[in-house]
């Protein structure tokens, strides 16, 4: 959490503050830093660019009524207790992007959201927690539902709350299964996007997945007013999934152009090159453009841990 005194505001001791820790942070290793901000302004001046979505979803129990023709049988389970959760969440964390590897604290977080734990219902292959209804809505807490018959043994538990509640609400990303399958009455609700601020370019590329089967080659110029290293003018290429990049004084070619803020959200995959050069975020010529487009592709980024 940051703060600052509010007899103190305005003299950029916030930003002091930040531009300390994002230094240190870059000094002990880390490439990336994100956040989900109150402000956008702030952290935008701070080189941070939108990374991704959370879908704030939420539908009638009634629309949960015809679930997949498989429906497993949900059980019970100690929501205390993460570590068999992790292994039934890894998975998505490589089908998908943009979602964390859990901390401890973060796996507080999603099952405990209100300080109390939410109940929790498996089985082997994925699960659901749900909080207590409240007002007539029953929030869902977290979910993992991977295969069919694990969706249709949740959408059976959430339309069993049909006479206690009017709403169900659950977070998730622009794909969500339950939204997915869900019948009359899904209403999306909110759309919140969190922050991704490059700390390393040269390492957050080389760490980066891309896209099966491409090769392919890239040059561009990043500008960063906070962290010297990023700027300058890198060359990537990729091949077999795997990224090398190379800090070069002189090219063939014209490179592409852009802040580090543009950069973070072509990084993350959550707004492609062809849109951040139409909106004029992006520079380069066409072709340059184009091959950005392909190297950045992939699924749409979602998260729907806050934090």
């Not at 807490?141 to 969706?151: E, I, N, V, Y």
């Not at 110029?221 to 999934?241: M, P, T, W, Y």
Request: hydrophobic share 45%.
């Amino acid at each position: 959490m940051v703060a600052v005194d509010p007899a103190l505001r305005g003299a950029g001791l916030g930003k002091t503050l930040m531009q300390s820790l994002l230094m240190e942070a870059r000094a002990a290793g880390a490439v990336l830093s994100i956040l989900c901000p109150a402000t956008l302004p702030f952290y935008r001046g701070l080189g941070y660019g939108c990374g991704g979505v959370t879908c704030q979803w939420s539908a009638p129990p009634t629309a949960f009524a015809t679930p997949p023709s498989r429906a497993a049988v949900l059980r019970p389970a100690d929501p205390l207790d993460a570590a068999p959760l992790a292994l039934l969440r890894r998975p998505l964390l490589a089908d998908g992007n943009g979602l964390p590897e859990r901390t401890e604290a973060l796996w507080t977080l999603a099952l405990c959201p209100d300080g109390d734990p939410a109940d929790l219902f498996r089985d082997p292959e994925g699960y659901i927690a749900i909080m207590p209804p409240r007002d007539r809505r029953l929030a869902v807490a977290d979910h993992c539902l991977p295969s069919g018959a694990t969706l249709g043994g949740a959408m059976g538990l959430l339309e069993g709350f049909r006479a206690q509640v009017d709403r169900v609400t659950w977070s998730g990303g622009p794909n969500d299964p339950l939204a997915l399958l869900a019948g009359d009455g899904l209403r999306l609700d909110g759309r919140e996007e969190w922050l991704v601020r490059p700390l390393d370019v040269a390492a957050a590329l080389e760490k980066r997945g891309y896209p099966s089967g491409l090769t392919e080659s890239a040059t561009f110029e990043i500008k960063d007013s906070l962290i010297f290293g990023n700027c300058g003018r890198h060359h990537l290429e990729v091949a077999q999934s795997r990224g090398n990049i190379s800090q070069i004084e002189q090219v063939v070619e014209a490179p592409a152009r852009m802040e580090i803020g543009t950069f973070a959200s072509l990084f993350t995959g959550h707004a492609s090159a062809r849109a951040l050069w139409r909106a004029g975020l992006l520079h380069g010529e066409e072709k340059m453009i184009d091959r950005l487009q392909r190297i950045f592709c992939g699924a749409a980024p979602w998260m729907p841990d806050r934090f």
